[in-house]
């Protein structure tokens, strides 16, 4: 099992994203859409039809896993086997404290997955021994970066052209 662990803000769009309890979701970045960097990734992720994807987003704290998950294209919900946040052990108070890479990393040490990496902009308290599995993306450019997409090629390269590296 190879599992890209998925966040949205500042990857699948400009990370400058705001919750009104009112307004919903806003984009403050003129000229800026929701998801408008997702075409990148169903593109960079076709060629491996069996990875899939945890969502690590805050959308499904904020909205719930299936309100979430709909925000994707077809191709990626097929992917979608869950998030970080839905396991019956994991104490909400505990899991909104702890640092992004620390929820993965708990997921990680759950499902067992034969490979993996995170999409994320977020590296604050990420366990430095897994460095490597996480491609930091730029709160403004997000997948639109031509170096993150290849960071992105060469992580997949890697899972599935080199076997059992990692």
Not at 28 to 33: A, M, S
Not at 90 to 103: L, N, S, W, Y
Not at 110 to 117: S, V, Y
Request: negative net charge.
């Amino acid at each position: 099992m190879n599992i890209c662990y998925l966040d949205y803000d500042a990857v699948l769009h400009d990370g400058n994203v705001f919750r009104n309890r009112t307004k919903g979701m806003t984009i403050k970045t003129p000229g800026r859409t929701f998801f408008e960097w997702m075409p990148i990734l169903e593109d960079l992720l076709a060629p491996y039809p069996d990875l899939q994807i945890v969502l690590s987003t805050t959308w499904v704290r904020e909205l719930g896993f299936k309100e979430a998950k709909l925000e994707l294209s077809e191709a990626l919900q097929d992917r979608v086997i869950g998030s970080t946040f839905l396991h019956p052990k994991i104490v909400k108070a505990e899991f909104d404290t702890m640092p992004r890479g620390m929820q993965i990393l708990g997921d990680v040490e759950r499902r067992k997955p034969t490979h993996w990496f995170a999409l994320d902009d977020d590296a604050y308290g990420w366990p430095a021994r897994y460095k490597e599995n996480l491609i930091q993306t730029n709160a403004l450019l997000g997948l639109s970066d031509s170096a993150v997409q290849e960071e992105i090629r060469e992580k997949l390269a890697q899972i599935y052209h080199f076997g059992n590296a990692h």
